[in-house]
């Protein structure tokens, strides 16, 4: 059985509808060159009416002016999504229904595997990478240079993105370098100039909060747990934000998706 990268032989590429990628009505976030009707707080995607809310809470200026450090609340409204529940299985999972506080902006990287079939009755491994953007956006990568039928390749997004895969990092188009899927060292994010975020300090030595479980106190009736973040504020004060999160039901029809072969 042979490899691929997920833009060579187009007889093959042609027989994988849409399994490893987003399908367009399930969108989230901003893409580019898409249509959207902006409020102050939200952008509704005219496309296929999914609601994108970007509230900004707080931001921070870096050093050497080309890193950005905010966090924001973001949700979309539409939820479900594919995962991958085999080497070549999907099925169909719910992750919407919450408001996510994310920083920004902020990338993340994700490999499928699909096992398709040619009109000679050869099979092929397609390796197709995606990115993710802080706003829940998805970019497909298309594989410029591939080492090992794909499965070490390089490339960069499709949409006009300009955000380029190199495995364990990837790089906007601004030379902003983000953990891949092996990930940097530190989980760093890094500009041009070797200015760093880390996990756990900005470029200017401030803390970045992290959420930690507390007390309801406060929160709603109803609320079933509760998180607290500790920014900075000025005059080195911290100003604390708690989120409180409710439980709710919801009722689907599971549905498997069928493997390729």
Not at 186 to 205: A, K, M, R, V, Y
């Amino acid at each position: 059985m042979r490899r691929l990268g997920i833009l060579l032989a187009t007889m093959a590429v042609s027989a994988i509808p849409s399994l490893a990628q987003q399908p367009p009505d399930l969108d989230q976030g901003m893409k580019a060159y898409g249509a959207y009707q902006h409020g102050d707080i939200d952008s509704v995607n005219l496309a296929n009416g999914n609601v994108t809310l970007h509230i900004p809470l707080v931001s921070y200026p870096q050093r050497g002016g080309k890193l950005k450090l905010g966090y924001e609340i973001i949700y979309n409204n539409k939820g479900w999504y594919q995962y991958q529940t085999g080497t070549y299985t999907y099925a169909w999972r719910y992750g919407g229904g919450a408001v996510s506080i994310v920083a920004v902006p902020g990338m993340s990287v994700k490999q499928s595997i699909i096992k398709v079939t040619d009109y000679s009755g050869s099979q092929y491994l397609l390796h197709h990478y995606t990115v993710t953007t802080a706003d829940g956006s998805t970019h497909d990568v298309g594989i410029t240079n591939n080492p090992q039928y794909g499965l070490l390749g390089t490339g960069e997004t499709i949409d006009g993105t300009g955000i380029h895969y190199g495995g364990s990092v990837l790089i906007d188009r601004n030379g902003i370098q983000y953990p891949g899927l092996a990930g940097l060292s530190g989980s760093s994010i890094t500009d041009p100039n070797g200015n760093q975020l880390t996990s756990g300090s900005d470029t200017i030595g401030r803390v970045i909060p992290t959420s930690t479980s507390t007390d309801t106190t406060n929160c709603p009736s109803g609320t079933a747990s509760a998180f607290a973040s500790n920014y900075p504020a000025y005059n080195g004060a911290t100003a604390v934000l708690k989120v409180c999160y409710a439980n709710y039901t919801y009722h689907n029809v599971a549905v498997q998706l069928q493997s390729l072969s």
